[in-house]
């Protein structure tokens, strides 16, 4: 990996973090941008180059393409937020699809400048009569479609990756992070009158976990080996309950934590990052491929990611539990 | 139709003149929305308003809404060229997505303010492989899918209409404009040597072509009577040749008109118009009909509209004809 030219979009969220980590670590020259500077400066290493940019501004996006000429982009920047999605849906394309295309375009210029973009399970089918159900979703099949056709339109080598839920250390608002938060905020209380209780909304409903730091080894391997014109789905293989992922977190601690467990009924939903894995093979185009088949698989076990995500909220301090 | 109050994007354009025309002569209340004040004053009557716009300035557009409160909308506006979209590809989803879902995004805060946005038969199916074929095609997919989306998103009353190749008086660089220009410009030319010969691609190739006065009665038709979630293709129903098409404009002269009729074994192509016709059924969604379905047929023979169109450029004077 040395000698590679990584410029790394979102770099300050949860996803973007790790991999500003792993590709610095592996020797590569890493590109970190974020819309403003962290308020912590130790989030990145001393050596990782850290690059300001609104990348919904054109002009800013171009200029920072010509200032720092990857040979990579991992595209991980923009929004995710249904509830935000319904109350400023414009922002949505703005953000997912306009700036996208402005890293697109800006790219068309660098000679082989490989670009990975990150999709959403919650993506819909333009041809299905029910529509999108929600702005972000629109937005992120909007995304798709743009890159798929700056591909095929100027040849571009346009890499595109769905990656299920993604879990780990770092700030993430995903719910194994927020029963883990909860958890150590209930170790740490001063009394137990302090906290409300954590509910499930379904104790078997099921969820395609990862860990974050098996997906940014995918995205190293889709930038390395991937095909234009394909989406390389990144799932764990293995739905887990969200009763059991309750249960083994709960398992980790001696602290007496308020739950919520929902009715004992609650009928099995899946998500779509779930039913994806089975039900979206009659899709004609584009191809849908396991990242596998480049020859990636999780190295992380569940239980590891649910241990280091609650000693991550251990060492947070209580800053980083509120 | 008295008491309607309509506003008209892309007012200027050749069929944004007819529609005004029309709609003002129905007794409707007009806003004719212009990107820039038109060099001739007289485009539209004095009782039309008019309203300078440009719709890619988010802020603008939202003004002009909340100025004009209107309760339909004929959103002609958009860029149409495919060699420009190749030069510009943003420019063009800018134009075509962005400033559209500008539009229906303003018009949430109106009630029932009904918008008809003219898509293209140049547009390419999202699950099909081999992509769009240019960035326009691409642009106008995506304008399609964002005004269908906000119509399930946002319960608006978003219809969306298909023309097929538009015909007839007025400022167009369609194939009939173009060769009546050629044949007027013979008439008046001083010296025989100073044209040349007006080349056809295809003697046999066969388009759909109707007149721009009967698409905007559709327009108008659909206006009233469409149902969102359905595209309405304006067809003549009846495709032409080329040669055809030539041979009976070329009949109204009586000028020795300099022509290069191609190949006499040119293999006859049809325009995505033409196969259109027969060949969409197979996408499930949008499902797309006929406007005849709301009671709308053509009025104008072809051979009125081809004599329209010279009768335009004979009373154009010599700039007209540059």
Not at 158 to 169: F, Q, S, T, Y
Not at 196 to 211: E, I, K, M, T, V
Not at 216 to 242: E, N
Request: glycine share 8%; with cysteine; hydrophobic share 40%.
């Amino acid at each position: 990996m040395s000698g590679r030219k990584v410029l790394i979009t979102g770099a300050a969220g949860f996803t973007g973090r790790h991999a500003v980590r792993y590709f610095h670590a592996a020797g590569a020259e890493v590109t970190a941008v974020v819309r403003r500077l962290p308020e912590d400066p130790d989030i990145f290493a001393p050596e990782v180059a850290k690059y300001v940019c609104d990348l919904s501004d054109q002009g800013a996006v171009h200029a920072m393409i010509e200032a720092v000429r990857p040979e990579e982009v991992l595209h991980l920047a923009g929004r995710n937020s249904v509830p935000e999605s319904w109350r400023d849906p414009l922002l949505y394309m703005e953000t997912n699809v306009m700036a996208t295309l402005y890293l697109l375009e800006a790219l068309r210029s660098q000679p082989a400048g490989r670009i990975l973009v990150a999709g959403s399970r919650l993506k819909y089918r333009p041809g299905a009569e029910e529509g999108p159900p929600h702005p972000y979703s629109l937005s992120k099949t909007l995304e798709e479609l743009v890159s798929l056709a700056w591909g095929t339109l100027f040849k571009q080598p346009v890499l595109l990756a769905e990656p299920c839920n993604l879990i780990g250390p770092g700030p993430s608002t995903g719910f194994c992070s927020l029963l883990a938060r909860h958890i150590v905020r209930t170790e740490t209380a001063e009394s137990e009158a302090e906290l409300q209780p954590f509910r499930l909304s379904s104790r078997l409903a099921q969820r395609d976990f990862l860990d974050v730091r098996d997906a940014v080894r995918a995205y190293d391997v889709i930038l390395r080996k991937g095909d234009t014109g394909v989406v390389y789905r990144i799932d764990s293989g293995a739905p887990h309950r969200l009763g059991d992922i309750a249960a083994e977190l709960l398992a980790h601690t001696s602290a007496a934590v308020p739950m919520d467990w929902g009715p004992e009924d609650s009928s099995p939903d899946h998500d779509s990052a779930v039913s994806a894995v089975s039900g979206r093979e009659d899709t004609a185009y584009p191809a849908e491929h396991s990242a596998a088949v480049l020859g990636w698989k999780p190295e992380i076990p569940l239980v590891q990611s649910l241990a280091d995500i609650l000693d991550h909220y251990r060492g947070a301090g209580k800053e980083g539990l509120v």
